[in-house]
C-alpha cells in the first residue's frame, strides 16, 4: 500500500513559557518510560525515564509525569528555550529483559524568541 | 566516555544491492539494538543483541540481518535492497535499560 507520511503533532511556544508534551502509550504491561529528543540530522537523544512504580520525576527544568490509569506520559519543559526546538517522542519498554523500544509518533516543538 | 558510533554517517546504494552498517557502542554496554526511522513510519525496532546473540527482533523481512561481536560491536546487513530501505539507521547501546543512541546511518536507495 502507499506509505502516508506521520503527521506529527506540533506545539510552538514562545521562549520563556512552560511547554507540556502528552503522549499515549500502547502497552498496559509496560513498565519503564524514556523520553527522547531529537533534533535535525541527529540521533536520539536521552532526556528523562521514569519506571511504572512512579507517578513523577523532575528533571533539570523538565518533569515527566506518568497516568498508568488512562496510559499517558507528559512532558513538562520548564522555561522553554529556543534549543529546545526538536522532535520529542516518548518511548516504552514492556518488561521481559529485552531493550526494545516501543516509540510513539513524536511531537515538533517548535521555540519562538 | 565516547558515545555511541555508527558507520557511514551517509552512503548511496542502488536498488538490489547490499549494504552494511557498523555500530560501535558505549565502552562496557552489552546491548546493541537498531531501528530504522522513516517519515512514513517513524521509528521501528529491528533487533536487539546481547552478549552477541540476538535476543529480539522486529516485523521486518529476512534482508535485515545483524550480529554482535565478542567486543559487543555490531553491524547489521540489508540485502537486495529496495527504494524503501531509504532511511535513517539508528543504533543504540544500553545498560541497566537507559539506551542511548548514535547519530545514525543515512541510507539512500536509488
Known amino acids: 500500500g502507499e506509505s502516508v507520511g506521520l503527521h506529527l503533532p506540533t506545539l510552538s511556544v514562545q521562549e520563556g513559557d512552560n511547554s507540556i508534551i502528552n503522549c499515549a502509550y500502547s502497552n498496559s504491561a509496560s513498565d519503564y518510560f524514556i523520553w527522547y529528543k531529537q533534533e535535525s540530522g541527529k540521533g536520539p537523544q536521552f532526556i528523562i525515564d521514569?519506571?511504572?512504580?512512579?507517578d513523577k520525576r523532575q528533571g533539570q527544568r523538565v518533569t515527566v509525569l506518568l497516568n498508568k490509569t488512562v496510559k499517558h506520559l507528559s512532558l513538562q519543559i520548564a522555561a522553554t528555550q529556543p534549543g529546545d526546538s526538536a522532535v520529542y517522542f516518548c518511548a516504552e519498554i514492556t518488561q521481559g529483559g529485552s531493550e526494545k523500544l516501543v516509540f510513539g509518533k513524536g511531537t515538533k516543538l517548535t521555540v519562538n524568541p | 566516555k565516547a558515545g555511541v558510533t555508527q558507520t557511514p554517517r551517509y552512503l548511496i546504494k542502488t536498488r538490489g544491492q547490499q549494504v552494511t552498517l557498523s555500530c560501535s557502542p558505549i565502552s562496557g554496554h552489552r546491548s546493541v539494538s537498531w531501528y530504522q526511522q522513516t517519515p512514513g513510519q517513524g521509528l521501528q525496532f529491528l533487533f536487539e543483541?546481547?552478549?552477541?546473540?540476538?535476543?529480539n527482533k522486529g516485523n521486518f523481512p529476512g534482508r535485515f540481518s545483524g550480529r554482535q561481536f565478542s567486543n559487543s560491536r555490531s553491524e547489521m546487513n540489508v540485502s537486495t535492497l529496495e527504494l524503501g530501505d531509504s532511511a535513517l539507521y539508528l543504533c543504540?547501546?544500553?545498560?541497566?535499560?537507559?539506551?542511548?543512541f548514535g547519530e545514525g546511518s543515512r541510507l539512500t536507495v536509488l
Open positions: 543483541y546481547f552478549s552477541e546473540t540476538q535476543r
Open positions: 543504540a547501546s544500553s545498560q541497566f535499560r537507559e539506551l542511548f
Open positions: 521514569i519506571r511504572s512504580n512512579m
